[in-house]
Each structure stands twice: as C-alpha cells, then as structure tokens.
C-alpha cells in the first residue's frame, strides 16, 4: 500500500478549533477603527487564550499581556494616589479580623497612617490581632484575606520607618497585583482598546512592574518574512 505523507504544516483545523481560535469581539466602527491604527498600539482584533491581546497597527500588528499591561497601569496610579493622599477606600461589610503574634502586631498598627493613605484601615482588635475595615476599591473582596496576608508580610519583612518607602512600594505592588485585570477574563472590544489607550497615554507601560514587557510587537515587513513573500 501507499503512505500518505502529511505536509509539513498540515493541521487538522476542525479536530483543534477549539484550541486555536480565538473568542470573537465585537468591532467598532469604520471611523473609529481607522482612527485606532494610526494610533502607537493600534486597533484591538482579537483575545486569545483569555490573556492575549491581538491589535493591528498601520505597520503590523501588537500582542498585549492584559494582566501585566493593567497592573502596570494599576501601580502607576496608585504610587500618584498615595502620594496625594487621594486613593479611594472601600468600607468591608464584615471587618477581616487576622491573628498576629504582639511584635508583628505592634509593627504593623506602626504603619497605620501610610496603610490609611493606600486605603486600608487598620485597628488593633484586643490581644494578638487586628481588624482591617477598609481595603483599596480598586480591589474586590473575592481575595481580600490572601491580599491581607500578603500585605502584612510585606510590612512584617521590610518593616521599618527607615525604609518606609520600600515598604510603600511593596505593599503598592501587591495591591497593584491584585487590583488588575487576571489573566483568563475576557474582554470587550471596548475594555480592549481602552487598555491600548491607558497604556499609550502612560510612559511606564512598556514593562510591568517586575521588568518583563507587557507587549511586543511585529512589523508587516517580520510577519511576511516568517511566510517567505520576502
């Protein structure tokens, strides 16, 4: 009998559809859209694997890490809101009361006022624990507790007054973690490109807050080479 040999790109497509398609979005309008690409980070296309960003420029195309794009965007913005003391709290229904051993306790309750300034509020709740009341809107209760605990490792770890801005910048980025949009949510067409806008409009965005880039991006001239039209 006669082998059939495969091509050497051959793939069954309807067998793994599932796996390769990305989730369809709704498009904007003509205008808005020609608009879009003439823009740094163009016009958004496409979500695939929940976290991926597809955008096509007027010179190729850009791939966006939602999540490392947005808690970029979400850090920025806090170290600006607690800097001007402005940065928005939400009240908890039910207080979140965590055990602390005395020196652990005694060293967080010490950073009250800068935890206040980044929308927590703290208070000591009898021996060994304190309550928290209010966390940063940005956040949802869904992870408060591991946020919590997060945090006051943070201040337990680095915490003294000598090195309060390191301790600031800690605790702002694991807010920032938190507060950001996760990988595996889909987006809008809408949420898409006002995330490629918000990163245009911010210089930082480029890398996420632990020096990884939160997009890269592929020229026409790249994409036509990989298919050998150069």
Not at 5 to 27: L, R, T
Not at 95 to 108: A, F, G, R, Y
Request: hydrophobic content about 40%.
């Amino acid at each position: 009998f006669i082998m059939k040999s495969e091509q050497p790109h051959q793939v069954d497509f309807q067998q793994n559809a599932k796996e390769w398609m990305s989730g369809k979005i709704d498009q904007p309008e003509v205008d808005q859209e020609v608009i879009a690409q003439d823009r740094v980070l163009g016009v958004a296309k496409a979500q695939i694997h929940e976290n991926y960003l597809i955008s096509q420029t007027k010179s190729g195309l850009v791939i966006v890490d939602q999540h490392a794009a947005h808690e970029r965007l979400v850090y920025e913005k806090l170290k600006l809101d607690w800097k001007e003391k402005r940065t928005e709290s939400q009240t908890l229904l039910i207080p979140e009361i965590v055990e602390l051993n005395e020196i652990d306790k005694d060293l967080v309750l010490g950073f009250s006022d800068e935890m206040k300034y980044l929308g927590f509020d703290l208070e000591s709740f009898g021996e060994g624990a304190i309550c928290i009341r209010s966390i940063p809107a940005i956040l949802t209760n869904e992870k408060v507790v591991d946020l919590i605990r997060d945090v006051l490792d943070e201040l337990i770890e680095h915490g003294t007054k000598e090195i309060l801005d390191k301790v600031v910048d800690s605790v702002i980025s694991k807010v920032a973690c938190y507060g950001s949009i996760r990988s595996g949510r889909r987006l809008s067409s809408a949420e898409m490109n006002s995330l490629l806008r918000d990163m245009e409009d911010n210089p930082l965005s480029a890398q996420c807050n632990h020096g990884r880039p939160t997009f890269i991006e592929l020229r026409l001239d790249e994409i036509e080479k990989l298919f050998g039209r150069r």
